[in-house]
């Protein structure tokens, strides 16, 4: 819903001055009264809602907020609401009152100073994926932005400028980062690292001597020829890192090939009852390829710092290589893991031994005693004989592991020296003292401010460097600190989009800025700078062109993640994550990873192929690894690569209402609940999202003893007069939802008093305001269908929230509506629909 009270407000004591005063037609306040008033006056108040001041002034300064909500109920056809001895207006009734209300709102809000865009700063994910662009470093391995406050949000949006902050502390934060960063791109005094080949044994990895009976989490084998690994989970607390690495890591920074000779053993031909042994040995033993940054990141109280590289999925009883690359920092510690293992238990070990291997179980006192007890004749000398015979339980264990046969480290492999960043930032050079400050401030600045910049700006940073120096500071911290300092100016840090013409035009520099921030998340390229200094950027055809470019460089990935997270409210996704014992898959099968990669590869894909908008309703495909595909109930998807898959009716998935990433971000990890679900339809996909509830109206829920299901709760609080008219516009939408649990994982019943077991069946069944009814989550689809320019409408307004940092004001909707009315003709899909916002008006304005 298109918000502009405040500024409407203010509008109304414009406009009581204006000599062309705008008024409302009668026939608004006439309709009101005719076919609003039996439930929306003093007396009854429905949805806590009374048109009588507005019919008392219907030009007044409260009629504004009771004008917009008519017509967004209008809009979604929910009012008058279509029952017994509810008058109905006629269809071309309805038509003229929406026109007028609409022609007035929009007359009156352009009377206003325009609604423009906050000066608004970098979000914490562009500020990362810009010093990637802008210094050549690795935020993504590498963070330095651990220590920054969480971004404010609006509605799931970072980029809203009237939402952000900057405090005191947070700039401190950035000089301190930007330091860091530029510690990474520079090497001054520094020789280019030798490349070195460390091979690691298996005994790097034992802990040490396996003694009688006991169970190891890695079991070297007796010629010390492999070591077996049977632990290990995602968030692993037992790391498995070479000793040689401990306390140390790598030397220096750079690329770095890590090779690896492992097989699976144990998962096929373990010979144990599958039942007794407890693991699900339905996915191929994955081996996962980590970096820790430093090595406090290896320790067991944390799992902060540590990087995926890459995960394997290993052969079984067949020996093979695995190697994969990737850029460390200096003291980053390599390390390997059964990713998708039993955790660090070692209990299915023990119980297959005490079950399997009886001889290689210590008899203890305790053991002995029991064993004379049941009448077995048992000597001390046999005792002895035996305890000595007994080799470590590992040795014998059979179950599901790792063999690790070897592992090389091989690095730094970049050839460059010094490397391309620093020659970008200083030249050729590796003394400090030869390095022309001036040249190299301005160069920065002209990058960093994303605009051309004239010496005079910088001229007192340029001073404060040399100054540094001749007070005695080294050449290479003063140059650090002017770089700090560009790098943490309100030119680096904000999009400069400021301008004191009315409802200015962006020019060409800063619709650069707008359009890479929009669609890569970061600054703009030497080719997208080289257009806005052309002066053509702002040309239709240039434009059009710019963007077909940036859509297919990878850069564009920073949309398709971004945004969806924003818009979709994937924010919320492992904020409240499940328990491990009632949802064991959502860790140990990493779930929440692969969930959100469905969602920006659906996302991806539909831009990508120009496909349309609702698709994102019905689309009868999605994107799988095994792990979801397992989780959605397919059997015939394998790997951990993401593949297009089709989806068939059966498993009640179409479109992004069937995504588990959706599904687990509306519940709170334990239960689900149809209000949440509804509002996040409403608001994330219709874009008419409900009033809050009323300020007099106890949080507390009503009495809902004898209640069996969430839909007699919610009955029952639906008998609470104040709260029964928003409920019955939010509650339908999520009854539909009700057949998924807290993980998106599909259901036909709810859990039993709260626990495993079948409680009562799920109800999907819901009925619309309007009298719209639906059976289950297909009829809901359709009904959001039926409504298909909301969703048009809304996704138009949220990607114009994301990319212009600012909420649509009223004076944009007629503009928004014809782009949405535009992305819905035949032969329209995504990708026309983000060009359509990229040369509107709004985009292109302050």
């Known amino acids: 819903m298109i918000r502009c009270f405040f500024a409407l407000c203010l509008l109304a ?12 037609s009668p026939s608004v306040p006439e309709f009101v009264e005719s076919y609003c008033l039996e439930c929306h006056d003093d007396l009854t108040t429905k949805g806590d809602r009374d048109f009588l001041p507005f019919l008392d002034d219907p030009n007044g300064m409260d009629s504004f907020l009771a004008l917009e909500e008519i017509l967004d109920s209008l809009n979604l056809g929910e009012m008058p609401p279509e029952k017994d001895g509810v008058t109905q207006p006629s269809d071309d009734e309805k038509r003229a009152v929406i026109r007028e209300i609409t022609r007035y709102l929009t007359a009156e809000a352009a009377s206003l100073a325009p609604n423009e865009t906050v000066l608004r700063r970098l979000t914490r994910y562009e500020y990362n994926n810009t010093m990637r662009d802008l210094l050549g470093v690795h935020p993504d391995v590498y963070d330095a932005t651990t220590a920054f406050p969480v971004d404010e949000t609006k509605h799931g949006f970072a980029t809203v400028g009237e939402t952000q902050v900057l405090s005191e502390y947070q700039m401190g934060l950035y ?11 520079l090497v001054f005094g520094q020789e280019k690292p030798e490349v070195k080949r460390l091979e690691i044994k298996p005994t790097e990895f034992s802990s040490g001597p396996v003694y009688r009976g006991a169970v190891a989490y890695r079991a070297l084998a007796e010629d010390a020829s492999y070591v077996d690994i049977g632990h290990g989970a995602p968030d692993d607390r037992r790391p498995n890192v070479p000793k040689s690495m401990q306390g140390r ?16 053993k144990g ?5 144990y009852d599958p039942e007794l042994l407890g693991i699900d040995l339905k996915q191929p033993i994955k081996m996962g390829v980590w970096f820790g940054d430093n090595y406090r990141a290896l320790e067991k109280s944390t799992t902060r710092g540590r990087n995926i590289i890459e995960v394997f999925e290993l052969k079984d009883n067949e020996v093979g290589t695995y190697s994969v690359e990737a850029w460390m920092p200096k003291g980053g510690v390599p390390f390997i893991n059964w990713i998708n293992g039993p955790g660090a238990s070692k209990r299915h070990v023990r119980v297959m031994i005490e079950n399997y291997h009886p001889e290689s179980t210590i008899w203890t006192p305790t053991r002995v005693d029991e064993m004379r007890e049941q009448g077995i004749e048992i000597t001390d000398e046999v005792v002895e004989k035996h305890n000595a015979s007994v080799v470590p339980a590992s040795y014998v264990f059979r179950g599901p592991r790792i063999r690790l046969y070897d592992m090389v480290i091989e690095g730094p492999l970049d050839e460059e020296w010094p490397p391309a960043n620093h020659r970008e930032l200083v030249g050729d050079t590796l003394q400090p003292h030869k390095v022309d400050i001036s040249a190299a401030m301005l160069k920065l600045a002209n990058r960093a401010y994303r605009r051309p910049v004239e010496m005079e700006e910088i001229a007192h940073i340029v001073k404060y460097v040399e100054d540094s120096i001749e007070a005695g500071e080294n ?7 002017g770089f700090s300092a560009i790098l943490s100016s ?17 020019d060409d520099y800063q619709l650069a800025s707008r359009l890479s921030y929009f669609l890569w998340s970061s600054m703009p390229d030497e080719e997208l700078l080289a257009a806005a200094a052309s002066g053509e950027l702002s040309s239709p055809t240039e434009l059009s062109a710019q963007v077909d470019r940036m859509l297919a460089d990878p850069k564009a990935h920073a949309l398709a993640k971004n945004f969806t997270t924003a818009w979709l409210r994937l924010d919320k996704l492992g904020l409240m994550p499940p328990g491990t014992k009632q949802f064991p898959t959502y860790l140990g099968r990493r779930l929440e990873d692969a969930m959100r990669t469905e969602t920006k590869m659906l996302f991806s894909h539909i831009l990508e192929e120009n496909r349309p908008i609702t698709e994102f309703i019905e689309a009868d495909y999605t994107f799988l690894n095994d792990s979801l595909g397992e989780h959605y109930g397919f059997t015939d998807v394998e790997g951990e690569h993401f593949r297009k898959v089709a989806m068939p009716a059966e498993m009640r998935r179409n479109g992004i209402l069937g995504h588990a990433s959706v599904l687990t971000a509306s519940a709170n990890g334990v239960e689900t609940s149809p209000v949440v679900r509804g509002i996040w339809v409403l608001e994330s996909v219709l874009g008419t999202p409900p ?6 109206v106890d949080p507390i829920e009503p009495d809902t003893r004898g209640t ?3 839909r007699e709760e919610l009955a029952k609080h639906r008998e609470v007069a104040a709260c029964n008219d928003c409920h019955a516009k939010i509650d339908p939408w999520g009854f539909a939802l009700e057949i998924y649990d807290p993980i998106g994982g599909l259901r036909t019943h709810y859990p039993k008093d709260g626990r495993a077991g079948r409680g009562p069946e799920i109800d999907t069944s819901g009925e619309l305001v309007n009298g719209d009814s639906f059976e289950n989550e297909v009829g809901l689809k359709d009904m959001i269908l039926e409504r298909k320019h909301l969703v048009s409408r809304s996704l138009t307004e949220k990607l114009l929230t994301y990319g212009t940092g600012r909420e649509p004001g009223f004076l944009d909707r007629e503009e928004i509506e014809k782009i949405a009315t535009v992305s819905l003709e035949e032969g329209k899909g995504l990708h026309d629909l983000v060009h359509e916002v990229v040369t509107s008006r709004i985009f292109r304005s302050r």
């Open 13 to 24: 004591t414009v406009s009581a001055f204006a000599e062309d005063t705008i008024l409302l």
């Open 249 to 264: 890591g790598v030397s220096a920074a750079g690329t770095y090939r890590i090779t690896i000779k492992a097989e699976a």
């Open 490 to 506: 309100p030119h680096f840090l904000f999009l400069n989009e400021g301008n004191t013409d009315r409802r200015p035009r962006l």
């Open 708 to 710: 069996t299901t969430i």
């Open 691 to 696: 009033s809050p509830p009323p300020p007099d």
């Open 267 to 271: 998962r096929l031909d373990h010979g």
């Open 175 to 185: 000089l301190e980062s930007a330091r860091n960063y530029l510690d990474q791109a």
């Open 475 to 481: 050449h290479k911290n003063a140059m650090k600190s």
